[in-house]
């Protein structure tokens, strides 16, 4: 507070009569006033994101797809301020909670570098009458640990690569399972597979921490079992969750955890594989991929290597605009998530016929509204 | 409700909403946390309002048109019932001009966000005005242009809410300001008349009344529609930055650029107290005042204004590009109130324009006034617009209430000291942020026999008084 930055105040201050400045200095020493106390959520950043005019909101996919105010970065975190401080208690204010697909587009605009679906995480834990949509999602995982029908078993296998597919890919993208199998084999690498649960993700962004708990003492405890000193995820949300949040929450895992995009680059700079490809695509960033775990390059460098005739969208790298499918908005809020989708394919077709990016549910988002989208894995393995 | 609501008047029923409805159906919310964000614009005293529990207003209901023919429809259903109709585009009004202090139905303008045209030979587009001021600005540069409209609330504001609140953006001095900017409108009146101007450079057809929508904050109508100037996007910025030893001498230099016809697309002249904020590691500038300069265009006439500019400032010290790549940078950072209103300040900009010759004397007088007011500990301004003319200074204040004292106590205080000194000093009392609630009681001193006319217009084109009550003019 008082760096450089706020001389200019210090300064106006020190000229001020002497009943003004101890007041100012009394107001700014003890600054509780709006303090709400024994929350999950992080209040001081509610705060200053619902102070704050909006400066995000041209960019937040929910807002331009719902083109209601309320759905806004700011909007949201207005109405968070009154249920944390307990002065709203209606249905429509606990839903309005889950609009947000998690991209962090808001967090590139931010001079605080507040992400509205970080924020949102301690809010939704705070809540204790969840919406029971959101709950039907915990007792879902809790009940088969993946999110969605799994129907693809993998088994488990001992090897040196821990391959960690991710539910999307075990519900709805076996291919890209079968796409990664067959590049571990054409590169002669002795992938491992383990019992694997949902990474957590839903249960810790819905606000369920204790079950998150569970889920990531499960993954660690294979993990380490395993014995494998590389994990492999095909899911940008999975390698986050292991990298990044796992770690926070006080998960280690002690082998090193990669995208498929990274590893696979490497093993055709190795010259572990050899791909030969043509024709012409379009690349979308994953908004995980690219904002939360600055994967931009590698998979250009790998669409590149292989002969792609690679387009790009006027939105890309960390401008990327979301699939509609972050932050579980598919699955708590289907119709906005079909409109950011609808629009994001219709970017990208202006390009290219054949999408392709590096997230099973990016990839789930497009063809599920018409696209033809396939993950960087499939194109590496050959399209079949 | 655990809430406090600040102006009441709700009035909406059943019968009404369901007639609301059968307009625009699944388009309209009577959801309690949408009313309750849809309650209030950027006003900064609502900022305070808000930690405190407060609400400025409820609306009773939020409807999104998708075509101006719905909002004909909505405008003659208000009109018939007599409900208030405030027009909503971004919200980032900083006056008050968009709480529905009387209840009524808030027309969110966010569907109507399409680019419908860009005439390249004319230089012209055709835009609804929902759409938000980055799209906008970002779908002209994916096509090779700029709308040369860029405020502070670029990110945050629409179209609709700079052609209703008169806006000025950033680089105004060069562009102009939107009524500038603006060819033709499209636009819903109080009874539901549907009316269009041409877009034709000019026309001696009598006044254009249309224009009279310009500034008139949701008071007489809806726009919907805008043909707008457009430009190249420009081959070549270059940019300037000098220190002088006071305000007086940098408003001087200004005023030579502006006689030789020069027009530098961003001038800035920052007061010591702001040159200290926004450029405390320019050691050239420690203590003084700080002066950018931003050219843009072609580059033959960039590199000319660029010539002429650095003539005319040869008494100030030369910083370089960096201030104003700095201010490039930082410029729509905007954390003042979310860093300062928690600790309970009271913080706001005040906008005012005045000619040449009085010039320094007003900045100096509301420099004054405002360190008069009991709990004021920063008084600073920056002058951000200019003209062969005159000038815009932009003030900032901020304080801590006295003993005793409420914090909206406080806070009109220095407004009334500000206002007060402005118009002793001949200045106009608003730029480009507009009247609202806030300004309303100045309105009359700063009109004088216009307001009459003023009211006279609001009466014949809104009889029942339901075009955004309570503002403006009561």
Redesign the interface.
Same mark, same amino acid.
């Given at each position: 507070m008082m760096s450089k930055k706020y001389a200019w105040v210090m300064d106006a201050l020190s000229k001020s009569p002497l009943s003004t400045k101890a007041r100012a200095m009394k107001h700014f020493l003890s600054g509780k006033k709006y303090e709400v106390k024994g929350t999950i959520a992080d209040i001081d950043a509610v705060i200053k994101c619902a102070l704050c005019p909006n400066m995000c909101k041209f960019d937040c996919p929910v807002l331009d797809a719902e083109k209601n105010e309320a759905t806004s970065p700011s909007g949201k975190m207005r109405i968070a301020y009154f249920i944390e401080k307990g002065l709203l208690e209606s249905r429509d204010a606990f839903e309005l909670m889950y609009k947000c697909c998690n991209c962090d587009a808001c967090k590139q605009w931010c001079p605080f570098d507040f992400s509205v679906g970080d924020l949102l995480k301690g809010i939704r834990a705070d809540i204790d009458n969840k919406p029971s949509e959101i709950l039907k999602i915990k007792e879902e995982l809790e009940k088969e640990h993946i999110l969605g029908k799994k129907n693809f078993d993998m088994g488990e296998k001992k090897g040196n690569i821990l391959y960690f597919a991710g539910c999307t890919v075990l519900s709805k993208q076996n291919e890209i399972a079968e796409a990664m199998i067959k590049i571990f084999s054409k590169a002669n690498e002795e992938y491992a597979l383990m019992e694997e649960w949902c990474c957590g993700s839903p249960l810790y962004n819905l606000g369920f921490l204790e079950s998150f708990k569970k889920f990531a003492e499960h993954n660690v405890k294979k993990i380490k079992e395993s014995g494998c000193k590389t994990v492999v995820c095909s899911c940008p949300t999975c390698t986050y969750m292991f990298k990044h949040v796992y770690p926070e929450t006080g998960f280690k895992i002690k082998a090193n955890v990669l995208h498929s995009s990274e590893y696979i680059l490497s093993l055709i700079e190795e010259g572990k594989i050899n791909v030969d490809f043509e024709g012409s695509c379009v690349y979308h960033d994953p908004c995980v991929l690219v904002r939360k775990l600055d994967v931009k390059e590698e998979p250009r460098e790998i669409l590149k290597k292989i002969g792609v005739a690679l387009k790009e969208v006027y939105f890309n790298g960390k401008d990327t605009r979301c699939c509609g499918n972050g932050g579980q908005l598919g699955i708590t809020n289907p119709s906005i998530s079909e409109k950011i989708a609808k629009e994001r394919l219709e970017e990208l077709r202006s390009k290219a016929e054949y999408i392709i990016t590096a997230c099973p549910s990016c990839k789930t988002a497009f063809e599920e509204n018409g696209g033809t989208a396939f993950d960087i894995a499939e194109v590496v393995a050959g399209i079949e | 409700m655990?809430?406090d609501v600040i102006y009441k008047g709700n009035k909406l029923d059943e019968k009404i909403l369901k007639k609301l409805l059968s307009v625009v159906p699944g388009g309209i919310?009577i959801?309690?946390?949408?009313r309750?964000?849809?309650a209030r614009d950027?006003w900064p005293i609502t900022?305070r309002w808000?930690?405190d529990?407060k609400i400025p207003a409820l609306p009773d209901c939020?409807i999104?048109p998708e075509n101006a023919q719905q909002i004909v429809e909505i405008v003659k259903i208000a009109c018939e019932e007599k409900i208030p109709i405030i027009p909503?585009g971004?919200?980032?009004g900083v006056v008050g001009s968009a709480i529905p202090i009387e209840g009524g139905i808030v027309v969110?303008m966010?569907?109507m966000?399409k680019v419908l045209e860009i005439d390249d030979s004319s230089l012209m587009a055709r835009v609804q005005t929902?759409i938000?001021?980055?799209?906008l600005e970002r779908h002209l540069n +994916?096509k090779g242009y700029t709308l040369g409209h860029i405020p502070q609330?670029l990110?945050?504001s629409c179209l609709g809410g700079w052609l209703a609140c008169k806006a000025a953006g950033q680089f105004s001095t060069k562009y102009g300001k939107i009524e500038d900017i603006v060819i033709a409108m499209e636009a819903v009146l109080a009874d539901g008349t549907l009316i269009k101007s041409k877009a034709v450079p000019r026309s001696s057809t009598g006044p254009q009344v249309e224009k009279l929508l310009l500034g008139s904050e949701g008071t007489l109508g809806i726009i919907t529609e805008a043909t707008l100037k457009i430009w190249p996007y420009p081959e070549k910025r270059a940019m300037l930055s000098f220190a002088f030893d006071d305000i007086a001498r940098a408003l001087e230099a200004v005023r030579k650029i502006m006689r030789k016809n020069v027009y530098p697309a961003v001038v800035r002249i920052y007061d010591e107290?702001?040159t200290? +904020?926004h450029f405390?590691?320019v050691k050239e500038a420690k203590n003084k005042c700080m002066l950018i300069l931003l050219m843009e265009g072609c580059k033959e006439l960039v590199d000319l204004e660029e010539k002429v500019a650095s003539k005319v400032c040869k008494n100030g010290i030369p910083c370089g590009e960096e201030p104003v790549i700095h201010w490039l940078k930082t410029r729509?950072?905007?954390?003042e109130?979310?860093?300062f209103?928690?600790?309970?300040?009271i913080f706001d900009t005040v906008e005012v324009s005045i000619a040449w010759k009085n010039a320094l004397s007003l900045y100096k007088a509301v420099i004054s006034a405002m360190r008069k007011v009991?709990?004021?500990?920063?008084?600073?301004g920056h002058a951000s617009h200019f003209y062969p003319q005159g000038v815009c200074f932009y003030f900032t204040f901020?304080?801590?209430p006295?003993?005793g004292k409420e914090a909206y106590e406080f806070y009109e205080n220095a407004w009334d000291a500000i206002m007060e000194a402005c118009l002793k000093s001949n200045g106009s009392i608003s730029h480009h942020h507009g009247i609202g609630i806030i300004r309303a009681k100045w309105l009359k001193e700063e009109m004088k026999e216009r307001i009459k006319m003023l009211k006279k217009i609001k009466r014949a084109i809104d009889p029942r008084n339901i075009m955004n009550p309570g503002k403006m003019i009561k």
């Open positions: - | 655990a809430y919310s959801k309690e946390s949408d309750i964000v849809y950027y900022l808000m930690l529990g939020i999104w909503y971004g919200g980032s969110d966010k569907k966000d929902g938000n001021g980055m799209n +994916r609330s990110y945050c107290n702001e200290l +904020r405390y590691d729509f950072n905007v954390k109130s979310s860093e209103i928690p600790k309970g300040f009991e709990g004021m500990v920063i008084a600073s901020g304080g801590i006295p003993k």
